[in-house]
């Protein structure tokens, strides 16, 4: 049932923007609440895990307050990573990669890159290394976004910094949850 679930609140409508634009499909409050609380409820998940597994789900559905207040005392390198997601969406890219700072070497990271890779390799002309050692390297994520926000070739780039986005809100569901 978990792995529905994360499938449901993440691959359903369009994908999250890089940035803090709000998308119409968003799921609300309520409802995101009430997703993450069935997925925490199917796997087991309460305490720091579950707020931090919430704020994801807020997070990927664009309500980045709400998501901030959850994460911004709570303490570990699962709050640390869902905190510099938010960064970066906000876009605070600097205080996104103080975050990742804290994050340290997360076990996501690595089903993550292992996730990304062939999206990375259809788009080989991209000019970003955000796997090294086999390791997703979200210091690299950070300055990928960066930079394609603030160029010409938005378009070009971004919806596969989207997907890559998805796959990582995705892989740290699966973390939270236990799965």
């Known amino acids: 049932m978990g792995p529905e679930l994360i ?3 993440f691959q359903g409508g369009s994908a999250a923007d890089l940035g803090p634009r709000v998308r119409g ?3 609300t409050l309520e409802q995101a609440a009430d997703h993450t609380a069935a997925l925490a409820r199917a796997c087991g998940v309460a305490g720091r895990q579950g707020e931090c597994l919430k704020a994801l789900v807020l997070l990927w559905n664009d309500h980045l307050d709400e998501a901030h207040a959850l994460v911004q005392d709570l303490p570990g390198p699962d709050a640390a990573f869902v905190h510099g997601i938010m960064h970066r969406r906000e876009p ?3 205080n996104a990669r103080y975050w990742f700072g804290r994050v ?3 076990p996501a990271f690595e089903p993550l890159a292992d996730a990304a890779a ?3 390799a259809a788009h080989a002309s991209l000019p970003f290394r955000l796997i090294r050692d086999g390791c997703w390297d979200g210091f ?3 300055d990928a976004v960066s930079a394609a926000c603030r160029s010409a070739d938005l378009p070009v780039v971004a919806d596969v910094l989207r997907e890559l986005q998805r796959l990582e809100a ?3 569901a699966r ?3 236990g799965l």
């Open 175 to 177: 973390h939270l949850a």
């Open 7 to 9: 499938h449901a609140i």
């Open 92 to 94: 605070d890219y600097s």
């Open 118 to 120: 062939p999206v990375l």
């Open 140 to 142: 690299a994520f950070i």
């Open 25 to 27: 499909d968003r799921l």
């Open 170 to 172: 995705v892989t740290l």
């Open 104 to 106: 340290g070497d997360h």
